[in-house]
């Protein structure tokens, strides 16, 4: 598969040094391992999700029982969370850490994905969500830790976009 395993692991790690205690995730293929780290790691709760949106409910109530959390998605999820993300995190101020495979930039295969990933970050600034990219392994723990610490002191979405430079091994 050439979905990073090292990569993953790095940005598991990174959400675990952050005391994140529960992850949410739809199956999707650059997620898989992050997925699987967290399925494996009994100090951490897996929410697998039937939609994206459902994570924002979940991420709601972690959080109003002392529990840090992340939202692992696909562009696509992310798009199709912006209802459950405006209409409860962003109306009662929630914090709320969402991980988004950044499908369809430049080295995108698969034809299916280019649309929403040519909105996302469109969408983000309409919606006055914060984003950083996490492209190179070098940065990914200080990025997360840096997105964590705004969402929590904003008491905002913040978001984090999975590049494919970072994710993918060719």
């Not at 992050?34 to 999700?49: C, F, K, S, T």
């Not at 994206?52 to 696509?76: D, F």
């Amino acid at each position: 598969m050439p979905v990073s395993v090292n990569h993953s692991r790095l940005i598991y790690d990174a959400l675990k040094e952050c005391g994140i205690g529960l992850v949410s995730a739809l199956p999707e293929t650059w997620l898989v391992h992050l997925i699987r780290m967290a399925e494996d790691d009994p100090e951490m709760i897996l929410v697998r999700l039937a939609k994206e949106e459902e994570g924002v409910g979940i991420s709601a109530g972690a959080h109003l029982a002392g529990t840090k959390s992340a939202m692992l998605m696909q562009n696509h999820g992310f798009l199709a969370s912006v209802n459950g993300i405006v209409s409860c995190a962003q109306l009662y101020r929630l914090p709320l850490l969402m991980l988004i495979s950044h499908r369809g930039e430049f080295g995108e295969r698969d034809p299916w994905q280019t649309e929403g990933g040519g909105v996302t970050e469109h969408v983000l600034q309409a919606l006055r969500i914060p984003f950083a990219y996490l492209d190179a392994p070098g940065h990914v723990a200080h990025r997360i830790r840096k997105a964590q610490t705004l969402a929590y002191s904003s008491n905002k979405p913040v978001a984090l976009l999975l590049c494919r430079d970072l994710m993918w091994e060719e």
